[in-house]
Each structure stands twice: as C-alpha cells, then as structure tokens.
C-alpha cells in the first residue's frame, strides 16, 4: 500500500513539474525572438502574442 501511494505522489509531482515548463515556452519564444512580455505594450511597439500562459503579452 505504501508502494501505491509513493508512486501516485510521484506521479502527482511529474505532472506538476510540466506545468511551468509548458508555461516558459512562449516566454521563450517571445524572448527568442526579440520580444519583451509585459501586461501592456508600449507607444511605439506592437503585440505579436503571449507569455506565462496568456497572462502577458508580447511585445515587440
């Protein structure tokens, strides 16, 4: 019974661990492509997508 439960909180922890990841990865991409995440774009910039899960928008 311990073993079941070990594995299920290692399981639990697995899918945990990819939710950040997933949430990086349009930073990333905003980042890679010379883009800045902030909540609003400046004067002189354009939004061309979002980072940390839509919560922040691209700007470029």
């Known amino acids: ?3 079941l439960q ?9 899918l945990l661990q990819d939710i950040p990841i997933r ?4 930073s990333q991409q ?3 492509s010379h883009g800045r995440c ?5 004067h002189m910039e354009r939004w061309e ?3 940390s899960n839509s919560r922040l928008r691209c700007c470029h």
């Open 1 to 3: 019974m311990q073993m």
């Open 6 to 14: 070990l594995l299920f909180a290692v399981v639990i922890i697995l």
């Open 23 to 26: 949430g990086l990865s349009d």
């Open 30 to 32: 905003c980042r890679s």
């Open 38 to 42: 902030w909540r609003l774009c400046f």
């Open 49 to 51: 997508g979002s980072c």
